[in-house]
T-cell receptor
Framework: GAVVSQHPSWVICKSGTSVKIECRSL??????MFWYRQFPKQSLMLMAT?????????EQGVEKDKFLINHASLTLSTLTVTSAHPEDSSFYIC????????????FGPGTRLLVL | GENVEQHPSTLSVQEGDSAVIKCTYS??????FPWYKQELGKGPQLIID?????GEKKDQRIAVTLNKTAKHFSLHITETQPEDSAVYFC???????????FGTGTRLLVSP
């Protein structure tokens, strides 16, 4: 149990376009999902915390108008990178917590974004 | 806020040897400490976790120890295998708070 999927696994887009990444908890309900960004050979950087039915909480320095997060159901959260630029190229990873466990985070496989 | 330091940054061992990765945390209120394994191009996978009410937890070849007084916890891998090669991250959090604070990662290389 505790499987988290992400779609797409990789995406290449032109500068100025918007890209949507989906994060789904496949076999459990998740009231809270998290979005991370990871640069090569670095640790995970938390971008925002997404709670079902409410606005996401963004970390300091993360532009909420650029990284739009929607958590419309207990199994789906989406991250939209708006007007993407080459500096937005990165590995984006989501995680989810079960309803019954307020500590453990289960991670998705990640989405690699390349903005040309 | 919480700060987690992780050492070493790289660790090379021979197959069959043991590997130990250490983390220290700053906030004594932290009470949940997971370890994740991340293979190249993949998301982190939870391999073991420990809560502050226990000092040690073991799962087959993997064990984690926690010293609350010294505010450090360690991952122990015995009888290492080449498939253990990956980047390992420690993390810390407090019950009731949402965020995990991650260490900087340890790249483990197990040579056959």
């Amino acid at each position: 149990g505790a499987v988290v999927s992400q779609h797409p696994s990789w995406v290449i887009c032109k500068s100025g376009t918007s890209v949507k990444i989906e994060c789904r908890s496949l076999d459990f309900q998740a009231t809270t999902m998290f979005w991370y960004r990871q640069f090569p050979k670095q640790s995970l950087m938390l971008m925002a915390t997404s709670n079902e039915g409410s606005k996401a909480t963004y970390e300091q320095g993360v532009e909420k108008d650029k990284f739009l997060i929607n958590h419309a159901s207990l199994t789906l959260s989406t991250l939209t990178v708006t007007s993407a630029h080459p500096e937005d190229s990165s590995f984006y990873i989501c995680s989810a917590r079960r309803l019954a466990d307020q500590e453990t985070q289960y991670f998705g496989p990640g989405t690699r974004l390349l903005v040309l | 806020g919480e700060n987690v330091e992780q050492h070493p940054s790289t660790l090379s061992v021979q197959e069959g040897d043991s590997a130990v990765i250490k983390c220290t945390y700053s906030d004594s209120a932290s009470n949940y400490f997971p370890w994740y394994k991340q293979e190249l191009g993949k998301g982190p996978q939870l391999i073991i976790d420990i809560r502050s009410n226990v000092g040690e937890k073991k799962d087959q070849r993997i064990a984690v120890t926690l010293n609350k007084t010294a505010k450090h916890f360690s991952l122990h891998i015995t009888e290492t295998q080449p498939e253990d090669s990956a980047v390992y991250f420690c993390a810390a959090s407090m019950t009731g708070f949402q965020k995990l604070v991650f260490g900087t990662g340890t790249r483990l290389l197990v040579s056959p």
